[in-house]
Structure formats: structure tokens, C-alpha cells
């Protein structure tokens, strides 16, 4: 069934179909454990139509609609930027892990010695 189907659904149907699905999946894994199983698929299947079922109660629950939003909830989503985008670039960043002491040459010896130490 299409995640869409479980919404037009009311919580009793839910629920009934639910139990339904657990108890499929239950026959299906003990025909897996005695070697009748012949379709595998059959699991996967019945275990996402479960997790459907599942979400649906939920977004009831929370009064979800179809679309993803809140009823009342007016602005629009907006997408969360990545973090490479929300950190400010710093100097000498450019292709370098964030950590890393780009452009310094401490503890690189490099047998000329600094004016300090002379």
C-alpha cells in the first residue's frame, strides 16, 4: 500500500492492520527459520508496510498533515545549510582539513635556523 493510503485511514483501521502485519511477519520468519519460505522479498516488504503503518499513527498522533507540515504552520520550510557552508572560511583553508597548521612552518626542520636562536 502507497504511505497515502495509510493517511486517508482512521486510527482503528490503523491499528487492526497493524496487527495484521506482525502477525504476517511473524508466520513469514518462522517459514524462513523452517525453510518453507520461497519468496524472501516477502519480509522486506511486510516489514516497511509495519513501519508505514507506523508513521502514520505517528504523524496522527501529532497532527501531521499529508503534506509534511504542522496544521497553522504558514512560513515554508527551509532547507539546513551544510556545514562546510556555515563555517566562516579562514585563511589558508582552501583544500586543507580543518585542523591542520596550513602555512605555518612549526616543527618543520628545515636546517636553516631562526633568527631567535642564533
Known amino acids: 500500500m502507497a504511505p497515502s493510503e495509510y493517511a486517508a485511514m482512521e486510527r482503528s483501521e490503523l491499528e487492526d492492520k497493524l496487527v495484521e502485519s506482525r502477525k504476517e511477519l511473524f508466520n513469514l520468519r518462522f517459514q524462513k527459520a523452517t525453510g518453507q519460505l ?4 516477502r519480509l522486506g516488504r511486510v516489514k516497511k508496510d509495519a513501519a508505514r503503518i507506523l508513521t502514520a499513527l505517528r504523524q496522527q498522533e501529532l ?19 551544510s556545514r562546510r557552508a556555515a563555517r566562516p572560511a579562514e585563511a589558508g583553508d582552501a583544500g586543507t582539513d580543518a585542523g591542520t597548521d596550513a602555512g605555518t612552518d612549526e616543527g618543520i626542520d628545515d636546517g636553516v635556523e631562526d633568527e631567535e636562536e642564533a
Open 38 to 41: 520461497d519468496n524472501t522479498a
Open 63 to 81: 497532527g501531521i498533515t499529508e503534506t509534511g507540515r504542522f496544521p497553522g504552520a504558514d512560513a515554508p520550510a527551509r532547507p539546513t545549510p
